[in-house]
């Protein structure tokens, strides 16, 4: 199982950095796009900065770099006018699902390939692993 499990975490690192590759961008501004599609209602760029573990100034370079190449853009935070808020762009999402494509063509592929069975201990097997990671990533901001 822990053979697996690095087997799995290195594919993640090596995906990542191909996604970054396919999107000519750096590996920062890749994980960065992560975090900002699956943050719907945007992050603040300081916030955003903490979650890659960068200072203040270089997560303002950063959100400078994404909008410039048309993936983020800056809007007013919905509570505070005096806060600015980083959102993916509708072109950043088009872009990624693009990228990605092929790797969700074949992990359908792998999951078509399962039992009905096999398919619900799998999900919930990924839902722990998922459930794990956040409660891990959690604790370190803590």
């Not at 997560?59 to 959102?87: E, I, K, N, W, Y």
């Not at 398919?119 to 891990?136: E, I, N, P, Q, S």
């Amino acid at each position: 199982m822990a053979r697996a499990v690095r087997e799995v975490l290195q594919a993640n690192g090596e995906a990542a950095h191909s996604l970054a590759r396919r999107l000519e961008v750096g590996i920062t501004d890749a994980v960065a796009l992560d975090h900002l599609l699956s943050s719907p209602e945007g992050l603040g760029p300081t916030e955003l900065g903490q979650r890659l573990g960068i200072r203040s100034a270089s997560a303002t370079t950063l959100v400078d770099r994404l909008d410039a190449a048309g993936h983020a853009r800056r809007v007013p935070h919905p509570s505070d006018r005096r806060r600015q808020t980083v959102v993916a762009t509708a072109t950043a999402y088009e872009e990624v699902l693009a990228a990605l494509t092929p790797l969700l063509k074949r992990i359908e592929e792998a999951a078509a390939r399962l039992s009905p069975e096999q398919a619900a201990a799998a999900t919930g097997f990924l839902h722990d692993v998922a459930a794990a990671m956040r409660d891990y990533a959690e604790s370190d901001s803590r």
